[in-house]
């Protein structure tokens, strides 16, 4: 399929998805949504496909919901239904896609596009990136799963704080904060985010699916419960190729050849 929003690249094991309205910031309109959601999807079907990274062309990651396109609906449009059919998708689709995703935050991730970038699993942010919960400057509240990220990620008073302020994070604090895993400058974060790519697609990438599983269902669990599911999914994980050649690679003193099965 080729997509009219968004450019899409398989190399390596590693899918790249661009955000690709750059004269917005890449202002998420429905064709986008959509395209998203469709590109995730074929990812988690394509056995190939090991790490997918999602970024930004231009100077940003995304604006979050195209204002202008919402304007033009008029007062009939409902954004309870746009949130359930667009955003809530694809949110979820990124959660429940069992490879690591890298989030390549090369601009500012503002409104729904902070939401998108906490979606992802590992976050590089380019020195210049920027995270903006812009809901509150339009007398909204924050959306796209950023209630459910925020506090989780960097607490309650701080996610707080940054959705009735609506003030710029800049990536040195986002990073002190826990909310992202690395500041690249820009003439490093290409390569930075490739070679986090490559790794991650050349390691255990059932056990990272897996892994991804479990500590999402962890947070809606007792010690109990959370206890008894890794132990669940530890019987897959203990039954794969890549397991057998972890240990045998480490007893043979080299380094191991994961198949991601
Ligand atoms: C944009 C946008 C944009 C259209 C920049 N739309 N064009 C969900 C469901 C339904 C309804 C509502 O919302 C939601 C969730 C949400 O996402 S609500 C939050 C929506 N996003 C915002 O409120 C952010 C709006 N944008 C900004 O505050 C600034 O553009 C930021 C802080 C992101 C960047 O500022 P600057 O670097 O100064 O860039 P800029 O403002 O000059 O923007 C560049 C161009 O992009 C500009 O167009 P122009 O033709 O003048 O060059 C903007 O109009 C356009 N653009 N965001 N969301």
């Known amino acids: 399929m080729s997509y009219e929003t968004i450019l899409f690249d398989q190399t390596d094991g590693v899918a790249t998805i661009t955000l690709n309205r750059p004269e917005t910031l890449n202002a998420f309109n429905d064709t986008m949504i959509r395209e998203c959601i469709d590109a995730f999807k074929r990812c988690g079907r394509d ?14 990651f995304s604006s979050g919901q195209d204002l202008a ?24 689709t990124m959660v429940g896609l069992e490879r690591p995703i890298v989030g390549a935050i090369n601009g500012v991730a503002a409104g729904a596009g902070c939401g998108v970038a906490l979606a992802t699993d590992i976050r590089i942010a380019a020195e210049k990136a920027s995270f903006v919960l812009a809901f509150s400057r339009v007398g909204l509240i924050p959306d796209s799963g950023l209630n459910w990220f925020l506090p989780r990620i960097i607490g309650q008073a701080r996610a707080y704080q940054l959705a009735v302020t609506a003030e710029k994070l800049g990536a040195q604090q986002a990073l002190e904060w826990g909310l992202v895993n690395q500041v690249a400058p820009m003439e490093k974060f290409q390569a930075t985010v490739a070679s986090w790519a490559q790794r991650l697609a050349q390691g255990p990438v059932l056990a990272y699916g897996l892994t991804k599983r479990a500590m999402n269902r962890a947070w809606e669990q007792s010690l109990d419960q959370a206890l008894a599911y890794e132990a669940y999914l530890q019987e897959t994980a203990g039954r794969s190729l890549d397991h057998r050649e972890g240990v045998q690679a480490f007893l043979e003193k080299r380094a191991p050849r994961f198949v991601g099965a």
Request: charged content about 20%; overall charge positive; some cysteine.
């Open 47 to 60: 056995p190939q496909v090991r790490c997918v990274v999602l970024t930004g062309s231009g100077r940003g």
């Open 69 to 92: 396109a919402v304007q033009a609906r008029g007062q009939e449009f409902s954004i309870g239904e746009h949130l359930r059919q667009g955003y809530h998708r694809l949110i979820k």
